[in-house]
C-alpha cells in the first residue's frame, strides 16, 4: 500500500508565510497604485478649472461679449468665468499655450494651429457668432464724410497722407489714421482682407496705433484731421456712455466699392447694409472653444452666444447680426 508523503510542518508553514506576503505586496502595488491614480485625477481636475477661470477676447470686442456675459450669468446661475480683454494675436497664443480653453475673435484658426491642438488631444471648435462692420470715424467738424475702398487703402499705405488727396478743397492737413493696437483684430483684418499684399505703413507714415477702441474714439473727438478705425460694436447708442459714439462728437464715413464715393453708392456699417453685403468692410464674430467637457463653462458660454434666445438677440439688439438669423425685408409705405 503506497503512504502519501506529507510536507513537514515548517515547509507548509514557509509556502504560508510566502504567499501571505506575496498578497500583501501585491495589495500594496495597488494601493499605491490606485493612490497615484487619484492624485493625477486631482492634479488634472485642478489644472482644468485653472483654465476655466477665464476666457480671451480682443478688447474691441468688449462690449458686446461683455453684454452676452453678463446675461449668461443671471441664466446659468455661473459666475466661474471671467473676460481677459487682450489683442486677438494674444488671445490665440494663450488658447494655443492651453491657458484658456474659449477665446472670442474674427478669425478662424489655421491648419497649422488646428494641428498643434489635436495633437495635444483638444478638439477645437469653430462657431461663428454675428458680422460686424469695420467702421472709419471722423471728427464731426469734418466736412468730408465719404470715402472709397482704394482711397482707404491709399491712406495705410503711406500713399495719400493731405486731406487734400483725397478732397483737393480740404483744410486739415495731415491724415492721421489710428488704430486700437497693432496686434488688435481691426489692424490684422485690414492686413489680411482689405490690403490685397499691400502693407500697412506705420514707420514714419500716417497710421499709428492707440491702445484700446475708447481711446481711438477720444482721439478722433480731439482731432478734426483724424479717422479712427474701430468695430461697428462700438456704434451702439444704447450701451453705457463711455461707448458712445453717435452722441459724441464723431461721426461714422460713408465707404464705397467704387471709384468714386456718392451718397447713393457708399454706406454704414449698419445691420442692414451688413446683411445684405452692402458696406465693403464685414468681418465675422467666432468663439473659439477647445474644452474638452461636455459639461464645462467655457462651453457653456460658447453655445449660449449660439443660441437664438438670449444669445443671437443680444448680438442683435448690440446693432450686429446674427450668424443664426432668421430675418425678413418688406416694404412699408409710408402715407
Not at 470686442?61 to 452676452?68: F, Q, T
Not at 471671467?82 to 486677438?88: A, D, K, Q, R
Not at 484658426?109 to 488646428?114: C, H, K, N, V
Not at 446693432?319 to 425678413?328: C, E
Request: with cysteine; glycine share 4%; net charge neutral.
Amino acid at each position: 500500500m503506497e503512504t502519501k508523503r506529507k510536507h513537514p510542518v515548517g515547509i507548509q508553514a514557509a509556502k504560508t508565510v510566502t504567499m501571505k506576503r506575496t498578497c500583501a505586496a501585491l495589495l500594496t502595488v495597488f494601493t499605491l497604485g490606485l493612490l497615484a491614480s487619484c492624485g493625477g485625477n486631482k492634479q488634472q481636475d485642478t489644472a482644468y478649472q485653472e483654465q476655466c477661470k477665464y476666457f480671451a477676447a480682443d478688447e474691441s470686442l468688449s462690449p458686446v461679449i461683455d453684454e452676452e456675459l453678463d446675461i449668461f450669468h443671471m441664466k446659468s446661475k455661473r459666475d466661474s468665468i471671467h473676460p481677459l480683454y487682450i489683442s486677438e494675436q494674444e488671445a490665440i497664443e494663450k488658447l494655443m499655450n492651453q491657458e484658456v480653453l474659449l477665446v472670442f475673435t474674427t478669425r478662424t484658426l489655421t491648419p497649422s494651429e488646428e494641428s498643434q491642438l489635436k495633437a495635444l488631444k483638444y478638439n477645437p471648435r469653430t462657431i461663428a457668432l454675428a458680422y460686424d462692420g469695420l467702421a472709419l470715424i471722423v471728427n464731426k467738424a469734418n466736412p468730408d464724410s465719404m470715402i472709397t475702398v482704394e482711397q482707404f487703402r491709399s491712406i495705410m499705405a503711406g500713399e495719400a497722407t493731405q486731406w487734400t488727396d483725397l478732397y483737393p478743397t480740404s483744410k486739415l492737413g495731415n491724415i492721421k489714421m489710428v488704430f486700437d493696437n497693432p496686434r488688435s483684430a481691426t489692424v490684422r483684418f485690414c492686413a489680411d482682407s482689405i490690403m490685397q499684399g499691400r502693407g500697412i505703413k506705420t514707420d514714419g507714415g500716417n497710421v499709428q496705433a492707440a491702445n484700446t477702441s475708447a481711446e481711438v474714439v477720444d482721439y478722433v473727438e480731439n482731432h478734426e484731421n483724424a479717422i479712427g478705425v474701430v468695430g461697428s460694436i462700438w456704434l451702439d447708442d444704447q450701451r453705457d456712455s463711455t461707448n458712445l459714439i453717435y452722441n459724441r462728437t464723431v461721426k461714422v464715413m460713408r465707404v464705397s466699392r467704387a471709384s468714386e464715393a456718392t451718397k447713393a453708392n457708399s454706406y454704414t456699417p449698419d445691420q442692414y447694409n451688413i446683411a445684405y453685403n452692402y458696406y465693403p468692410f464685414i468681418r465675422t464674430l467666432y468663439a473659439l472653444c477647445i474644452d474638452p467637457r461636455s459639461s464645462g463653462v467655457p462651453r457653456a458660454f460658447s453655445n449660449f452666444c449660439w443660441l437664438p434666445n438670449p444669445g443671437q438677440l443680444i448680438f442683435f439688439r448690440a446693432g450686429l447680426f446674427p450668424a443664426r438669423a432668421d430675418y425678413s425685408v418688406r416694404d412699408v409705405e409710408i402715407k
